[in-house]
Structures are given as structure tokens and as C-alpha cells.
């Protein structure tokens, strides 16, 4: 599973704390990526990419590795790293190891939960989400995508996918047209009745209203532009980089141009600090 995507900016999810910046911060940080055993001990700085690790680990210990891992191997010998605090019990690392072990693990789980839901065991691999990416690997493991999908169904959060013959379904009764549809625009609800409806939109502005819609279905809220200018200075990523590394989509029409991002994603901690007034928190070096 790729480690640089959403998780590389949902380490800011520290800073929503406050203080990243403050070399105390910095410093816990770094220690705790030294235990991880992402950076050499010695190390002064971090790399995206390990940010992005570090992250990974610490969202598979909020999902319940450490569960998982004791129910399905009786052990966590080789999969954490312990740290000593002060004179309490040692504090427990999900390390790489133990963060792949968790992957194939989750990734089983999901497989199961799929052939409940009526997939056939030779089609598992080929299930996809609304948006055409793969659920699975060709090695069996959850794709980002697949993994975003698996993480709102143990969140209990609507969700929809694909079977290869295009049949939708999900966690919730999907509409009965078998996919999302858009919803009635405005313009079109206060249309008079006997006028005639507008002339159809081009084939890129439907494509890009149904996009929308789709999004929007499947849980997508949407953010500002001075929103997404706020995560561009908390992440010290452009715009483009978001997309890449984050569940925000950005989609042109005519009217305007929307952004929107998953509710699951780290992001919007920093969305909803900027909605109550805070201020951007230094990206990371």
C-alpha cells in the first residue's frame, strides 16, 4: 500500500493540537520516529516520504492493529517498538513490520467482509470503487482506494462499489437505478411548470456534474477555495501535490470551480480549525 497519500499531510492533524512548530514537538517527533526505526538515531530531520510512514502507522494504530494482530497471531514480538515513559508502562510503536502484517491482515478482513456482501471469490480482485479504481491489488492487498472504502465501512460511514458487470452496492441500499444520480439542480426545481427545459450541457460540464453528484453520494463534503489555500500553507503542498497525496478533487464547470474532500480524510481537522477561526500551522521541513 502506497504510504505517501492522504497520511502525508495528516500529520498535521499534530498541529491541530497546536504547536508542531515548537521545537519540543519537533523533538517528541523525531524521537518517535526513531523508535519506529523510520530515521537513523542521529537524525535531525525528516524526509515526506517518512512523514508519510509515520503517519501510516500511527492511522493503523487508531484502526486497531494492535488488536488485530494479538487476535490473529497471539503476539506483537517484532511488529512494535517499545519506549520507555518515565515510570509507567513502556509505550507501544507500530513499526514497518508490523504495519505490513496489519495490511495483509486488514486486507483478508476485507475480503471476507466483501463475500459476505454477495461477491464471488474469483471476482474479488477486480471489485472497484464509484470512481473506477481498483479495491484490491493484483496481489490481494487493499489499494489506497480500496482501503479508503474498507476504513468507512468499520467507520460505519456510507459507502458504495462496483462489481465487474458495473452492478453498485454498498453498506447502505444503493439507489435503485444501481448508481448515484445527481440530484435535480436549483434552476431546474424553479423552472415553472410547462416551460421548456434548458438546452442540454456539453458532454464535459455533464461529465464533470456527474462527477460531482457521484462524489457527493458517496460522502464527499465540499470546501472552499480559501480552504484549500489554508491546507496548501499547513501542508507546504501545492495544489496539485493535495491531489495527489489527499482525497481532495477538484473539479471545473462552467459555474465554478469545486473542491471537495472525503469526511474521512485527515484534512479536515485542519478544515474545521480554519472554520473556527485558526490559524495555518507550519508545514514541516
Avoid at 142 to 148: N, S, V
Amino acid at each position: 500500500m502506497r504510504l505517501s497519500r492522504a497520511c502525508l499531510a495528516c500529520g498535521l492533524l499534530l498541529a491541530v493540537s497546536g504547536g508542531l512548530g515548537a521545537e519540543e514537538d519537533r523533538a517528541a517527533l523525531l524521537r518517535e520516529m526513531i523508535h519506529r526505526r523510520i530515521v537513523s538515531a542521529g537524525s535531525s530531520a525528516w524526509s515526506s516520504e517518512q512523514y508519510a510512514q509515520l503517519m501510516r502507522l500511527r492511522e493503523a494504530e487508531a484502526l486497531g492493529a494492535f488488536d488485530l494482530l494479538r487476535a490473529r497471531l497471539g503476539t506483537l514480538r517484532t511488529f512494535v517498538a517499545e519506549a520507555a515513559s518515565g515510570s509507567g508502562p513502556k509505550t507501544l510503536y507500530l513499526n514497518a513490520a508490523g504495519y505490513q502484517r496489519f495490511t495483509f491482515l486488514l486486507s483478508q478482513e476485507a475480503r471476507a467482509y466483501f463475500e459476505s456482501k454477495g461477491a464471488e471469490a474469483r471476482f474479488i480482485f477486480r471489485l472497484k470503487t464509484l470512481g473506477g479504481k481498483k479495491i484490491f491489488d493484483s496481489t490481494g492487498l487493499l489499494t489506497q482506494e480500496g482501503l479508503e472504502v474498507y476504513i468507512r465501512i468499520k467507520r460505519r460511514l456510507p459507502v458504495f462499489w462496483k462489481y465487474p458487470d458495473g452492478t453498485v452496492m454498498g453498506n447502505v441500499r444503493p439507489p435503485k437505478t444501481g448508481a448515484p444520480v445527481e440530484p435535480p439542480s436549483r434552476a431546474e426545481k424553479d423552472r415553472a411548470p410547462g416551460t421548456a427545459a434548458p438546452k442540454p450541457q456539453d458532454p464535459q460540464e455533464t461529465a464533470a456534474s456527474q462527477k460531482i453528484a457521484t462524489l457527493i453520494k458517496t460522502g464527499y463534503v465540499e470546501v472552499s477555495e480559501t480552504e484549500v489555500q489554508f491546507l496548501t500553507k499547513a501542508t507546504g503542498l501545492a495544489t496539485e501535490q493535495l491531489q495527489k497525496e489527499s482525497s481532495l478533487q477538484i473539479v471545473p464547470t462552467r459555474e465554478k470551480i469545486y473542491f471537495l474532500l472525503s469526511p474521512s480524510d485527515p484534512l479536515m481537522a485542519l478544515v474545521a480549525r480554519y472554520r473556527s477561526g485558526g490559524e495555518a500551522p507550519k508545514a514541516t521541513p
